[in-house]
Each structure stands twice: as C-alpha cells, then as structure tokens.
C-alpha cells in the first residue's frame, strides 16, 4: 500500500509561484513513477507532469511547459512540482500519483488558486 500527501498549495497572483510538495510512504518509493494531475471546477482530471523512477525522463503537459518543473529526492521519498509563471487557468485541486506494481495511487489533493 502506497499513501501519498500533498502539500503546498495556496493562493497566489497571476505571475507568482507555488511548489507543491507529496511526501510519500513505502520502503520502494524509488521504483515508483510519479507525477501530478489537476481538476479544475467541472473539468475532468487531467495530466499535468510524470517523472520516472530515477528522475531520467519527465514529460510535461503542453499547457505548463517551460513553467512547471517536476523532481524527485528518493532520499526524501518526495516528489516536487515547481510552477512559476502562474496563470488563472491553472487554479485547481492538484492530486498527486504513483505508479508501483501495476496500481496507480492518488492522494487527497492541494488547491492551487491563482487570482488575476
């Protein structure tokens, strides 16, 4: 069983940052893959950055790249996702997820509300 905890969410300007944090339990949290998905009020979940295991291949959404950065401290059991650049549009509840033996985990989720 794989629990993940978000935190760093808040709210922030159009333009301002905000880095999420999701601490996460399990003795082989380095083989997960990770990443973040976002619900924006009614919208369907959507994909927002992945990272693998050993922090080698990340992929981006279209709409955050060259603003949002994903990365991992498989020391810390932790996955980070930094957003700079912030827009309106990307106000939601961010979840985070883990990818281990064929499961997909989700936890609770942050609110990310960015103002204009």
């Known amino acids: 069983q794989v629990q993940l905890v978000e935190s760093g969410g808040g709210l922030v300007q159009a333009g301002g940052s905000l880095r999420l944090s999701c601490a996460a339990s399990?003795?082989?949290?380095?083989?997960?893959?990770m990443g973040w998905f976002r619900q924006a009020p009614g919208k369907e979940r959507e994909f927002v950055a992945g990272?693998?295991?050993?922090?080698?291949?990340?992929r981006y959404a279209e709409s955050v790249k060259g603003r949002f950065t994903i990365s991992r401290d498989n020391g810390k059991n932790t996955v980070f996702l930094q957003m700079n650049s912030l827009k309106p549009e990307d106000t939601a509840v961010y979840y985070c997820y883990a990818d281990e033996g064929g499961n997909r985990y989700w936890g609770q989720g942050t609110q990310v509300t960015v103002s204009s």
């Open positions: 399990g003795r082989t949290f380095s083989s997960y893959v």
């Open positions: 990272i693998s295991w050993s922090a080698g291949n990340t």
